[in-house]
């Protein structure tokens, strides 16, 4: 099953901030300690306190770019931040106590997958906002798919959905699956309304409408041979007007818009209408999958935490104990 390292890296997140290690208490005085003073220690890990205000401040800042901080308090960011920490190392500790490890081929693969995907002077940028750097990103990274390769072998490669279930699913929530119209199309779009009128003629009177396209059209990809599914709200309302309203086989009339001059022919049109249980199978399996890999994650963490000694010490914080 692909995964996308960002998302599970945040997910993971916020399912360990939300285990919650610690119960809220009020305490009012922060004790100034030296920034290298161990914060906690997580079996063979640690904590310093110079780490855990970096986080704090990258976390501030994350909070202020999504907007999701403006009513968060100073020790609600605090606690939080000292949960995932704790969590984060917790799951380290367990990934290397089980031998996991990710190799520097392994780690390459996936900046250079990450990298294809995004421009890198864009990344530094964001990053740079969020009070990091390309160093801690691949960091970050490192211990992202250490911990996912944990997950998988210790939670995901557990679960079963049997194929009842994935059944009585699919009868009990058969509105899910409904497939709306859809419509393949050909098209071809020109700045000139006298040369739309040419083109329709001559695709009128049996000319190739692919070869047509491609001595003509401004778009590249009109003439491409694969054409994918397209459902109402996908394409301009002019077209759309238009194009659902054709028969497959049949050219339309000309259809303007901002873009220009189109030609468009209906190639396949299916009505709205129910999945089948095959076509539905991959979607049920995946919500069914990610239910309860939610439950067994939960209920595996908190084994590890209890089996994990936990040190921390509170007089460098402004955080009531457990």
Not at 269 to 291: G, V, Y
Request: aromatic fraction near 8%; charged fraction near 30%; include cysteine.
């Amino acid at each position: 099953m692909q995964k996308k390292r960002f998302i599970f890296y945040f997910l993971l997140i916020v399912t360990l901030q939300a285990t919650g290690c610690f119960k809220d208490q009020d305490r009012s005085k922060s004790i100034v300690e030296p920034k290298n003073a161990a914060l906690a220690i997580i079996g063979n890990r640690t904590i310093t306190v110079s780490e855990f205000e970096h986080a704090v401040d990258k976390y501030k800042l994350l909070l202020e770019v999504s907007g999701f901080g403006l009513n968060r308090s100073t020790e609600n960011i605090r606690r939080t931040t000292l949960n995932r920490l704790v969590n984060e190392r917790i799951l380290l500790e367990e990934a290397e106590n089980h031998g996991i490890t990710v190799s520097k081929k392994e780690l390459d693969r996936e900046i250079k997958l990450l990298l294809d995907k995004h421009d890198k002077s864009k990344l530094n940028v964001t990053l740079g906002k969020l009070g990091s750097n390309i160093d801690e990103w691949k960091k970050m990274l490192e211990q992202n798919i250490k911990i996912e390769k944990l997950v998988s072998q210790q939670v995901d490669s557990k679960i079963i959905i049997d194929n009842t279930a994935e059944k009585n699913f699919f009868r009990n929530n058969l509105n899910t699956f409904r497939l709306p119209e859809r419509i393949k199309a050909k098209h071809i779009l020109v700045d000139n309304k006298v040369k739309a009128y040419s083109i329709r003629k001559k695709l009128l009177t049996g000319g190739d409408f692919a070869t047509i396209a491609k001595e003509n059209s401004q778009n590249i990809s009109d003439y491409v041979d694969s054409y994918s599914y397209l459902v109402r709200g996908q394409i301009p309302i002019e077209l759309e007007d238009v194009v659902f309203r054709l028969k497959v086989g049949e050219i339309s009339k000309i259809v303007k818009s901002q873009y220009g001059f189109h030609i468009i022919k209906l190639v396949k049109l299916e009505k709205a209408r129910l999945m089948n249980f095959t076509e539905a199978q991959p979607r049920i399996k995946n919500f069914l999958f990610k239910q309860k890999r939610e439950k067994e994650f939960n209920s595996w963490l908190e084994k590890v935490r209890l089996n994990t000694k936990v040190t921390i010490n509170w007089e460098l914080l402004s955080l009531g104990p457990q």
